[in-house]
């Protein structure tokens, strides 16, 4: 991933490509995934940051016809009350089309969030600071005779 950060702006660009690997009853379900995503955020005031971003990722099952795409997109504002709790408030898009009709969807969703602890990495760390990476996308193995998983790739807010 690429990171750009100042005092008050954030920008980071990422993606990865990879394979999941599953057996299940003997029949190998591999798939090749692909993933990009974009968030920029900025510091409007001392305690108040807001976020934009997108991701994109594919899956494709390398054995047999059939796979999806995911596309969303997200606003976040976050209120940072005191150095232990936050508030986040948002909206969220995403869109699934699958080979499968039953698994593609659409979602809108509006999302209210209070974080309590210690505080985190900061998002606005000093130039030059690493920060971590925009998403994930884990090789996996399940063992014969086991359901696959689905490993979904994970963004940072």
Not at 13 to 32: A, K, M, N, P, Y
Not at 45 to 73: K, M
Not at 104 to 127: C, D, H, K, M, W
Request: aromatic share 12%; charged share 20%.
């Amino acid at each position: 991933s690429i990171d750009y950060t100042r005092p008050r702006t954030a920008v980071s660009v990422g993606g990865s490509t990879g394979q999941e690997r599953f057996q299940f009853s003997g029949q190998i379900l591999d798939r090749d995934v692909a993933d990009f995503g974009v968030s920029f955020s900025r510091r409007l005031r001392p305690n108040l940051t807001a976020t934009v971003g997108a991701n994109w990722y594919e899956r494709e099952f390398v054995n047999l016809q059939g796979g999806d795409e995911n596309l969303g997109a997200r606003f976040q504002v976050t209120w940072q009350y005191n150095s232990q709790i936050a508030f986040n408030f948002g909206y969220r898009y995403e869109e699934r089309d699958s080979d499968e009709d039953a698994f593609s969807y659409e979602e809108n969703a509006i999302f209210v969030g209070v974080t309590y602890g210690r505080p985190r990495q900061s998002l606005f760390a000093t130039p030059g600071a690493e920060l971590a990476p925009l998403s994930t996308v884990p090789t996996s193995t399940v063992p014969t005779g086991t359901a696959p998983t689905t490993t979904v790739p994970q963004t940072r807010p």
